[in-house]
């Protein structure tokens, strides 16, 4: 125990789960499923929440306080851009729960917890970094790309900037695999609000656990971000879950460089994925009311935004009315006006959009300038307020 | 172009009860010319003034909004009216980014006394409307 305890004064380790089997099915060390199982069995957690590979279409969100059903889900999924606050939300009320996050997760999180919807004491964030997902359907695309039958893909990794994709067709597996940038750049890939995401290592989270600065694919590097973190990490360590060695001084520093890049990527991305950057004022006005005048206000963008914590008595449900006919409803206007401060730019508005608005970019454009200006990031830091209820302007604060 | 020439702005204007609203008054009482471009919806504070009025003044089709209220230390609810100012930030932000021209969203602190500020800014805003023309949002609304 003494030996252990003073083992842990680092901020940085590579970690892996004792159990032969966890660590296999892991999608590195399996080090998030074992601290998970870990934190069930000695107390920390009443239920984890992870996610069940139903296809390499799909992956859906379960609640469990069976330790089997969580090792079941060990594995990164790629194809499946779910995010998981809005499952929080629901049941951290009554539970303590533990889950991993990717940084959109986290994010989304700690906005619901600014709006006093979950508290933060209730959940153990378990960050993941994240290079992307990919929409199943443009998944799909690749596997028929790569000539593969989209039906018969068993299994997904994304891994040195490449996209792997495995087959098994009457009874033989078949493997393919391209570099990220080169599908990009025909048309195939990421989901757009990955390709131009700049948070890639989920700080703001408990723990932030990923491949980037090991130096073995089944050792999980793994960053302590708060006490939280650090106290379901040590029991992980303490109960026999989980084996560390220190992280290499080197593999800090590639991970920081892998980041790094990364982010320029996505500077670059997000460059060019914007059509409206070029625009006139006028040519703005009309591509905005073009674009959103195809909403048949279904309400679903809303429902799985994960910033929103707004319900049935929403102020831009309450206040539509479609016979009002505006070249821009109201719906989309108080979205657009509610978010400029709160909005992670996540890109799951787009994703459920049946059409295919690109709210992605609506969102970003019109927050990204505020957020700027306010010298505001949302979903970081729960003590930060979101400026829109603020009564004091932050920067008028400083001017005066 | 002889239609255009007729063309008169719709202004909208939210007035707080205790200041400006009572400065229009004044205006009035003191025969100054006001415009009679501007539609005022009085409300016991600025601070009332939901974002969401003001967004719908413009999808409605005003060619200008103006908020207005108590100067900055006067707002009989203590200091609603730096979270007038705040929301004005956020959407001052929204009309630029949307492709409308700034002049059409103002603010403009005005006491109970200053009759004749008030009518200045109805002019002016006239003005520069009558120089941008209508707004887009309200021939959309037209068609
Ligand atoms: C979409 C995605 C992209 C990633 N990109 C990178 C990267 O670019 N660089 C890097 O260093 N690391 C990345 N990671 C993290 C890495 O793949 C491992 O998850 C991490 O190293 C932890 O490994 P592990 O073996 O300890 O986790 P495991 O023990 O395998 O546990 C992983 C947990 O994540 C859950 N999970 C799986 N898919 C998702 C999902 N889509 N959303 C939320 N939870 C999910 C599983 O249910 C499981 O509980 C990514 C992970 C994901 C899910
Ligand atoms: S938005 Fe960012 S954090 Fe979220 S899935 Fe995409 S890359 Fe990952
Ligand atoms: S508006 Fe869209 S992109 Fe922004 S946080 Fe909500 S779901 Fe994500
Ligand atoms: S998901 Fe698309 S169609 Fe549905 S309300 Fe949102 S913008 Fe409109
Ligand atoms: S009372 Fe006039 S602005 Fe508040």
Not at chain 1, 86 to 112: F, M, N, S, W
Not at chain 2, 119 to 143: C, F, N
């Amino acid at each position: 125990m003494e030996e252990v305890k003073a083992k842990m004064n680092s901020k940085y380790y590579l970690a892996w789960a004792k159990d032969e089997g966890i660590r296999k099915k892991g999608a590195n060390g399996g080090f998030v499923t074992a601290t998970l199982v870990s934190a069930l069995e000695n107390d920390f957690i009443d239920v984890a929440l992870v996610v069940r590979k139903k296809s390499v279409y799909e992956g859906i969100p379960v609640l469990t306080s069976d330790a089997e059903v969580v090792k079941e889900c060990a594995g990164s999924l790629h194809g499946a851009p779910i995010n998981l606050t809005k499952y929080v939300v629901e049941h951290a009320a009554k539970k303590r729960i533990g889950l991993p996050t990717k940084p959109c997760d986290a994010r989304g999180i700690i906005e619901q917890a600014k709006r006093r919807q979950v508290s933060l004491e209730n959940v153990f964030m378990i960050g993941l970094n994240c290079g992307a997902t990919l929409h199943p359907l443009r998944m799909r695309e690749i596997a028929s790309y790569y000539a593969l039958d989209p039906d018969s893909v068993v299994r997904e990794e994304i891994k040195e900037g490449k996209i792997f994709l495995v087959s098994e067709e009457e009874g033989e597996e078949k493997e393919k695999w391209m570099k990220i940038d080169e599908l990009e750049a025909k048309g195939y890939g990421r989901r757009d609000a990955c390709k131009s995401c700049i948070t890639k290592i989920p700080t703001m989270a408990d723990l932030a656990c990923g491949i980037w600065g090991s130096n073995d694919e089944k050792k999980t590097f793994v960053e302590v971000c708060s006490e939280k973190g650090g106290a379901i990490f040590e029991n992980a360590v303490d109960s026999g879950y989980v084996e560390i060695e220190e992280a290499p001084e080197k593999g800090i520093e590639t991970r920081q460089k892998k980041e790094a890049g990364m982010q320029k990527r996505a500077a670059s991305w997000k460059e060019k994925m914007d059509e409206v950057s070029g625009l006139s004022r006028s040519e703005r006005f009309e591509f905005y009311v073009d674009a959103l005048k195809n909403c048949i206000h279904c309400g679903a963008c809303k429902a799985v935004c994960p910033v929103c914590a707004c319900e049935e008595d929403a102020k831009c449900l309450e206040m539509n009315d479609e016979r009002d006919s505006y070249a821009i409803s109201m719906y989309n206007v108080l979205r657009i006006f509610h978010l400029m401060d709160s909005c992670i730019h996540c890109g799951q508005c787009e994703d459920v959009c049946p059409v295919d608005i690109p709210l992605t970019l609506i969102q970003r454009r019109f927050s990204e300038r505020m957020q700027h200006r306010l010298r505001y990031t949302p979903g970081m830091d729960v003590m930060e307020k979101p400026p829109l209820y603020e009564t004091e302007l932050r920067w008028s604060a400083k001017a005066e | 172009m002889a239609e255009r020439e007729e063309w008169e702005p719709k202004i909208l204007a939210f007035c707080c009860n205790w200041c400006s609203y009572a400065g229009a008054d004044a205006a009035g009482l003191e025969r100054r010319q006001v415009p009679p471009t501007i539609r005022v919806i009085r409300v016991m504070c600025s601070g009332r003034i939901d974002p969401a009025f003001v967004l719908m003044g413009l999808l409605e089709g005003a060619d200008a909004v103006l908020v207005t209220g108590c100067h900055i230390g006067d707002c009989h609810y203590v200091d609603a009216n730096y979270k007038t100012r705040n929301r004005y930030e956020f959407l001052n932000e929204f009309v630029d980014e949307l492709g409308l021209e700034p002049e059409r969203l103002w603010l403009r602190w005005i006491s109970a006394s200053e009759g004749s500020l008030f009518a200045e800014m109805v002019r002016e805003v006239t003005e520069k409307i009558k120089r941008i023309g209508p707004s887009p949002l309200r021939s959309e609304w037209k068609k």
